[in-house]
């Protein structure tokens, strides 16, 4: 899965790379999570940003409290599940970002994070879904969900899934209304491990309270005494 992610960039750097125009302000975001409020593109408004809370309710299952929403659909499925191929057909989005965070299990207590980026550090996207729905108050609510796929090598030390990052060819594809089913499913898949870096980061990622630089810093997870550590 996909559960946390980085976006550091400036609005003016996000602006540049995606040709797209950004109406709100926009402070970079070290420790982005789920039911947050975030900046996405859809297939609908390519030319700007928009942005959508990180979470979907099922059709089956609207006014779910925010704990029960999905973040992440399997690319394998998105396309057949009747919950999700509306979406995957008619609202598509991609989701900027410049890394992810996964946790790497050692022993049965100890986790350590690790942060995936593209090897010259620069913007991406996820691919994802978007969704409307109506809340327990009554007001619609847009928000989005990130593909995931199987890992690559790289990723695969830490996890068994990965989020579906996009290139910039890869992206019109997947936002231009005219794709086939065809053509979107073949763009499902994992992005080449030796175009990404990985390191160990600190644990200060864990809360969703921590936002800041510290946290996108590699870090070393064990000191001289073999004690894990929250700096390198």
């Not at 790379?17 to 070290?30: H, K, T």
């Not at 207590?109 to 729905?133: C, M, V």
């Not at 593909?147 to 996890?159: A, F, K, R, W």
């Not at 510290?214 to 997870?221: E, F, G, N, Y």
Request: one cysteine or more; hydrophobic letters at 35%; proline letters at 7%.
């Amino acid at each position: 899965m996909c559960g946390r992610y980085s976006l550091s960039k400036s609005k003016i750097e996000l602006e540049e790379r995606f040709q797209a125009e950004m109406l709100a302000d926009f402070s970079p975001r070290y420790n982005i999570a789920p039911t947050q409020l975030v900046p996405v593109i859809t297939s609908d408004s390519p030319k700007g940003f928009s942005f959508f809370y990180w979470g979907i309710t099922p059709e089956f299952g609207r006014n779910k409290p925010v704990s029960q929403k999905l973040i992440n659909a399997r690319a394998e499925s998105v396309h057949q599940k009747a919950s999700f191929k509306n979406s995957f057909k008619r609202r598509r989005c991609i989701i900027p970002a410049d890394g992810f965070y996964e946790w790497k299990r050692l022993g049965k207590k100890t986790t350590i994070p690790h942060r995936f980026t593209l090897e010259n550090n620069a913007l991406f996207s996820f691919a994802g879904i978007w969704d409307e729905y109506e809340t327990v108050d009554g007001e619609n609510q847009h928000t989005f969900l990130i593909l995931t796929t199987e890992p690559n090598q790289l990723v695969s030390d830490v996890h068994d899934r990965m989020p579906v990052i996009l290139d910039k060819g890869s992206e019109k594809k997947w936002l231009d209304s005219y794709s086939s089913e065809e053509e979107l499913i073949d763009l499902l898949k994992p992005y080449p491990s030796d175009h990404m870096i990985s390191y160990p980061v600190s644990p200060l990622v864990n809360s969703i309270k921590n936002d800041s630089p510290a946290l996108i810093r590699k870090t070393s997870p064990m000191d001289q005494h073999g004690n894990y550590t929250l700096f390198g």
